[in-house]
């Protein structure tokens, strides 16, 4: 943790590793996500990231914690391979190309919808 300043709202924040923006803008960005999914049908991954500019990573987290979710098994396999692929890593496993790959093939199939 060190303390660094929010990219968006340019507040000062303990971050972690790699984190730009402080938890108050990134609850916004939730918002703005989960509005989107409720006002639009069957939301892919890829269109949620270039219709709100929310990063795949935020988006991720999300689905990791069950705050976003998706219908079919989809989502299932998706955060299953997830989870393989940070134990691998995790592991010091190198090929970090083919965890990306598998990453974004599921990715591509899941249609989003949030907790009501
Ligand atoms: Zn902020």
């Known amino acids: 943790m060190e303390s660094t300043i929010c990219d968006l709202c340019k507040n000062p924040f303990y971050a972690d590793a790699n984190q730009r923006i402080c938890l108050n803008c990134e ?3 939730f918002d ?3 509005e989107y999914i409720d006002s639009h049908e069957d939301v892919s991954f ?3 990231i270039e219709e709100t500019g929310v990063s795949k ?3 991720d987290k999300w689905l990791m914690e069950g705050r976003l979710t998706a219908k079919g ?3 299932k396999t998706y955060i299953n391979e997830r989870r393989e692929a940070i134990k691998k890593l995790a592991q010091g496993y190198q090929n970090s190309t083919e965890i990306t790959n598998v990453d974004s093939e599921n990715a ?6 949030t907790k009501k």
């Open 57 to 59: 990573k935020s988006i």
């Open 46 to 48: 890829i269109e949620l």
């Open 73 to 75: 098994n989809e989502l």
């Open 32 to 34: 703005a996500v989960k």
């Open 108 to 113: 591509n199939r899941i249609s989003f919808h």
């Open 27 to 29: 609850e916004l960005r």
